[in-house]
């Protein structure tokens, strides 16, 4: 591999890794960024999500635009964009301002997102580019807990605030290093889909409210239904506009390709049981085990090692003997063993979590490169930006769906379970005579756990902030948030085992299909879509590396006649 190959895979990873760290960091710097904006449940909801809404609704039409102008180039705008919208909280601290800004960086990391992996598979040589897009996924699926582990660190030392100057600084050494690259576009773009381009975001943007709300207001609330069946109605249509247009957004006949249609669907079933993990494993970790933010990052660490590891040994299988379905059904298989296992089994130590973790990881690495392969290998290349956001769009709507039902599952078995507590808390707390503290208490345990530990903690608290109270009042205070503490643990634990245990049994039913349907070639020579073995150096490639050997080419002459583009446009193939 050239230098210039290997630096221009470092920055397309450092990029993306801004992307996805920035969509978990925000999860440990939650509570001081509550407690210094006074921000609503429903207000730290939308800080939280909504940078992930944005995200996932714009990057369709930012692959397209990124194929259209310059790849490069719509990754620079977007770490402007992405590092602008960070400093905003630097200086103002209202939770609307905050949403504002998350919803300008999530727009600002759909620009970078499908930019990152369409700059490596259009700019590395054929023969280096498996070895390419398997690192990318590696850090790519690894993004969420650097982003945990570097929050983590930062607010061991300074503010919340200290999370927004990491993201703004960093989007500064992006930026600058995104001009020694190279840059590459579609030959032949035609007209730009803008119908499609509307369609494809409202859908989204429908599904993923849908999917992030539906734990907090409830699968039967107006605007959860709302989302979810308008947005499944507009892809409806879209893929109907889609089938009439002469230069659709996105090609969807694409997915008559199996190899095609298996990485997406693998990239979907990976995040929906990765990320509901993530969203009940934190709470384990820091609500029941005790660990600090950034403790439980490291105890996460095991994930990083062998899904890296394992994504590296599944492309060059997957590759090298043709064995794409054993990677990805036989991977996922792995995968869903190991969430089935964390569902049945109490982790009572951290080395039993530990050797559970090691067991999914593993399986999704083995799946995730594959995947990722089997997408953009079967994209045409002049469509390579599109064909990351079918990727990335894959991964936002799996990691929405595995937090949606991961969220509500916990939910209903938590509060069916801690119903007796907080009618305990009530009523301890108001033959003390204050109703209305009795009344928050309980509905502060009654809502979660990271509720009822946040109550017990100010009952501790009052117990000994004031010497004059009397020790039978410390006493009853320290026993009912002990009480409180245990019981809510208790009340959290089976729920949990039961969302991992339906994650796993989705996981496991879609790794079972995907065995019989995945095809064994990541490459399908037989599809009027599929890519060829093209190492020449593309016409429209500017930059630095413009001259770099082993580049693909947009187009090239042969005698297999034209290949129809995703946007319509013709290119030949060579033989």
């Not at 190959?5 to 710097?29: D, E, F, P, R």
Request: negative net charge; hydrophobic residues 50%; glycine residues 10%.
């Amino acid at each position: 591999m050239t230098f210039r190959t290997a630096w221009l895979i470092l920055v397309a990873c450092l990029a993306v890794s801004l992307v996805v760290g920035a969509m978990a960091a925000l999860n440990t710097a939650l509570p001081g960024i509550a407690a210094h904006t006074h921000a609503t449940n429903t207000q730290m909801n939308w800080i939280l999500d909504g940078y992930t809404l944005v995200l996932a609704a714009f990057l369709l039409p930012a692959g397209a635009i990124g194929d259209r102008f310059g790849r490069r180039e719509v990754l620079m705008i977007g770490v402007v964009v992405f590092g602008l919208a960070s400093l905003g909280p630097i200086w103002f601290d209202s939770p609307t301002e905050l949403i504002a800004s998350r919803l300008i960086s999530g727009f600002g990391a759909a620009l970078i997102m499908p930019a990152t992996l369409s700059l490596i598979t259009s700019g590395v040589p054929h023969s280096k580019r498996a070895l390419g897009v398997s690192i990318w996924a590696s850090i790519a699926g690894v993004g969420a807990i650097i982003g945990f582990l570097v929050t983590g660190t930062l607010l061991e030392f300074f503010t919340w605030k200290s999370v927004f100057v990491t993201f703004a600084l960093a989007s500064a050494g992006v930026l600058v290093l995104a001009l020694t690259i190279g840059s590459s576009k579609d030959a032949h773009p035609g007209r730009f889909d803008l119908l499609g381009s509307i369609t494809s975001v409202l859908a989204v943007a429908g599904v993923v409210f849908g999917l992030l709300e539906a734990p907090i207001r409830g699968w039967s609330d107006p605007l959860v239904l709302i989302g979810l069946i308008g947005g499944v109605a507009l892809a409806v249509a879209y893929v109907c506009t889609e089938l009439r247009v002469s230069d659709p957004l996105l090609n969807v006949r694409l997915f008559r390709n199996r190899a095609f249609a298996s990485g997406s669907l693998s990239v979907a079933m990976q995040f929906l049981a990765t990320f509901g993990l993530f969203y009940l494993l934190l709470q384990l970790l820091q609500l029941v085990y005790g660990y600090s933010p950034l403790k439980s990052a490291f105890a996460l660490g095991p994930m990083i090692l062998c899904t890296g590891i394992f994504a590296l040994l599944g492309n060059w299988i997957a590759v090298r003997f043709n064995a794409l379905r054993l990677m990805i059904g036989g991977g996922l298989l792995i995968a869903a063993a190991g969430v089935l296992i964390i569902g049945t089994v109490d982790a009572d130590h951290y080395w039993k979590l530990a050797v559970m973790l090691v067991i999914c990881a593993s399986g999704v690495g083995l799946a995730t490169s594959p995947s990722t392969t089997a997408i953009m290998s079967n994209t045409p290349l002049n469509n390579q930006g599109v064909g990351s956001a079918v990727n990335d769009t894959a991964r936002e709507l799996g990691a929405a769906i595995g937090i949606a039902l991961a969220g509500s599952i916990m939910a209903a078995g938590y509060e069916q379970r801690i119903g007796p507590t907080a009618g305990a808390v009530r009523e301890q707390l108001g033959a003390a005579g204050d109703p209305a503290a009795a009344a928050r208490a309980a509905d502060g345990v009654e809502g979660s756990l990271a509720g009822a530990t946040q109550v017990a903690a100010e009952l501790r608290e009052s117990a000994h902030a004031d010497p004059a109270v009397p020790a039978q009042v410390t006493d009853q205070l320290t026993g009912l948030a002990a009480r409180i503490q245990a019981e809510a643990q208790g009340a959290f634990l089976p729920p949990m085992q039961n969302a991992a245990v339906v994650l796993g049994c989705i996981l496991l039913a879609g790794a079972l299909f995907l065995a019989w349907y995945t095809p064994m070639q990541v490459f399908s020579p037989d599809s009027e879509f599929a890519q060829t073995d093209v190492d020449a150096a593309p016409p429209d490639q500017t930059g630095p590396n413009d001259t770099a050997p082993g580049a693909p080419r947009a187009e090239t002459a042969s005698d297999d006649g034209p290949v129809p583009s995703a946007h319509g446009a013709r290119h030949h193939r060579r033989p």
